[in-house]
């Protein structure tokens, strides 16, 4: 019943910022550990944030002081707030969520729920 919705991704300059949000819907998400991935073409999905339950919060080191993650436990929602994007910041977003753990998770195997992802692209 658990679904996740990302949105808001879109084609940028590199410098710029932009916000993707993730919606969850299917249950109340309070306690879940909640992390974005990105995918470029030909590359493997990476880590990119998670934030935990206690609002806590990991980064990959490429995006720290540059993403941040936050969480709105009452509208079911996940934010990525990305600045100064850079061209290699390109990718497919992906919110997940670990329903299972409320600890740091960076990887595709610890999330038990994914969305479709939202599509990025930065230009130089």
């Known amino acids: 019943h658990v679904q996740l919705q990302a949105s808001g991704g879109g084609l940028v300059q590199a410098g710029d910022s932009l916000i993707v949000s993730c919606i969850v819907s299917?249950?109340?998400?309070?306690?879940?550990?909640m992390g974005w991935f990105r995918q470029a073409p030909g590359k493997e999905r990476e880590f990119v944030a998670c934030?935990?339950?206690?609002?806590?919060?990991y980064y990959y080191q490429t995006v720290k002081g540059r993403f941040t993650i936050s969480r709105d436990n009452l509208k079911n929602t996940v934010y990525l707030q990305m600045n100064s994007l850079k061209p290699e910041d390109t990718g497919v977003y992906y919110c997940?969520?670990?329903?299972?753990?409320?600890?740091?998770?960076?990887?595709?195997?610890?999330?038990?729920?994914w969305g479709r992802g939202t599509q990025v692209t930065v230009s130089s």
């Open positions: 997940a969520g670990d329903s299972r753990g409320d600890k740091i998770a960076t990887l595709v195997l610890d999330y038990d729920y």
């Open positions: 299917g249950s109340t998400f309070s306690s879940f550990v």
């Open positions: 934030i935990l339950s206690s609002n806590s919060t």
